[in-house]
């Protein structure tokens, strides 16, 4: 059982610049694949980004490449996304989630979720 909690949300202005963190309880953290989504409303939830279990891979959905960076630290049993260059259609709640296998980019691949964190960008 993996439990994850997601903080750094707020409002920003567009250019800006904010650092969610997704904080898991639990055990073996390093062993999951840890992923961001994002969901605006009206709209279904969209993959933003994945980071293996080791931290050596990564992947990025195409809208957020070169703009946003993904790390963790197993020590602290926590994963970080870095947002810079923040554009009003980043506007969402941003959400932590853990698998098991691979790099995916599909929810019904991750198993555990966080409660999110709400992002607004101002235009």
């Known amino acids: 059982q993996v439990q994850l909690a997601e903080s750094g949300g707020g409002l920003v202005q567009a250019g800006g610049s904010l650092r969610l963190s997704c904080a898991a309880s639990?055990?073996?953290?390093?062993?999951?694949?840890m992923g961001w989504f994002r969901q605006a409303p009206g709209k279904e939830r969209e993959f933003v980004v994945t980071i293996h279990g080791s931290g050596g891979s990564v992947y990025y959905a195409d809208s957020v490449k070169g703009r946003f960076t993904i790390s963790r630290d197993n020590a602290k049993n926590t994963v970080y996304l870095q947002m810079n260059s923040l554009r009003p259609e980043d506007t969402a709640n941003y959400y932590c989630a853990a698998a098991q296998f691979g790099l995916p980019t599909v929810t019904r691949a991750y198993r555990y979720w966080g409660q999110g964190t709400q992002v607004t960008v101002s235009s």
């Open positions: 639990g055990r073996a953290f390093s062993t999951y694949t």
